[in-house]
């Protein structure tokens, strides 16, 4: 009896070993599937991350990419600008200087046209006092003197003073030939002109307005001083 009890004892010890070892066993199985599960969950988890981290990497490569591309594109569109100021910068200036010269100019012209017309003045002050010295020389040494204006041409006829002829003091010669030179009806002039012997070559008279004037041949009158 005693030795039964003892081998079924030896032998349900032996079977609670083996299946000790083999709970402790499928306990390490179940923990190391659960483990390398758990890591590998683990793992394609980073992996998914890695690869969405890398992805958004690239797209933001690319987005530095292209700002960088635009950055250049602005700088060189600014470099551009820059330049196109510059060169209005210049072209202002260059408009103020020839603006400021043209005033200047206005300016000088205006002074010059101010002396031009005090020399005129002065001249034409002189040219006066000269004629009025000549006239007075001539009249101390009996001279005529031509006045400046157009001498007047009439043809043989009648004619008026005032009308045909203006008032004044001429000097008239004949054109060619000689003949009769009559101021009212001779009562005022009364000559055969352009015949020295027989006549004048010349007669100096004042025609007054009015007066009528008769003549057989052309003449010019001579407006004299």
Known sequence: MGSKDDSSRKILKSTWLWVTVAGVVILFGVFYFIGSYTAKSELNGKKVKLEELVKKIEEREVFLG??????????????????????????????LTIIDNKSRAEGEMKELQKQVETSHKELTNLTDEIRAKKAELAAVKGEIIEKKQEPKVLPAGFFTVGKDLP???????????????????????????????????????????????????????????
Do not use: C
């Open 167 to 225: 008032a004044g003091r001429y000097k008239v010669v004949a054109q060619s030939g000689f003949g009769n030179f009559f101021v009212n009806s001779g009562s005022k002039v009364n000559i055969i002109l352009g015949d020295a012997e027989i006549g004048v070559i010349e007669y100096v008279f004042y025609a007054d307005e009015g007066d009528e004037i008769e003549s057989t041949l052309s003449a010019k009158f001579i407006p004299v001083e």
């Open 66 to 95: 292209e700002l960088k591309n635009k950055t250049e594109n602005q700088t060189i569109e600014v470099a551009d600008i820059q330049e196109e100021l510059q060169e209005m910068e210049k072209e202002k200036n260059e408009a």
